[in-house]
Nanobody, 123 residues
Framework: QVQLMESGGGSVQTGGSLRLSCEVSGDTSTTCFLGWFRQAPGKEREQVAT???????TYANSVKGRFTVSTDNAKNTLYLQMNSLKPEDTAMYYCAAAWVRWICIPNAKYNYWGQGTQVTVSS
């Protein structure tokens, strides 16, 4: 069982930066992946960035080169550094964990979610 809580959202102008944080607690020993997702009004949820237990990262094409996902050494905090923000980045951002009971597998599903933090980018 894992608990997640996001912080750091807010309103910025185009070109600005924000850093999202997600506190991860509970049984994190078998958390295979941590990820950031976002959902804008009227749109489907989108996977933004992920990081694995061995620090392999993936990014959506729309954020490559602008966003950076990272964790602290203990993987108790997940970060998303967002630079060069655009109005189309406006969304509710969620952190999520793919937790398994025993052994990590490549296609572990994201099964724990935070409450979300709003990011608004104005032009």
């Amino acid at each position: 069982q894992v608990q997640l809580m996001e912080s750091g959202g807010g309103s910025v102008q185009t070109g600005g930066s924000l850093r999202l944080s997600c506190e991860v607690s509970g049984d994190t020993s078998t958390t295979c992946f941590l990820g950031w997702f976002r959902q804008a009004p009227g749109k489907e949820r989108e996977q933004v960035a992920t990081i694995s237990r061995d620090d392999n990262t993936t990014y959506a094409n729309s954020v490559k080169g602008r966003f950076t996902v990272s964790t602290d050494n203990a993987k108790n905090t997940l970060y998303l550094q967002m630079n060069s923000l655009k109005p189309e980045d406006t969304a509710m951002y969620y952190c999520a964990a793919a937790w398994v009971r025993w052994i990590c597998i490549p296609n572990a599903k994201y099964n724990y979610w935070g409450q979300g933090t709003q990011v608004t980018v104005s032009s």
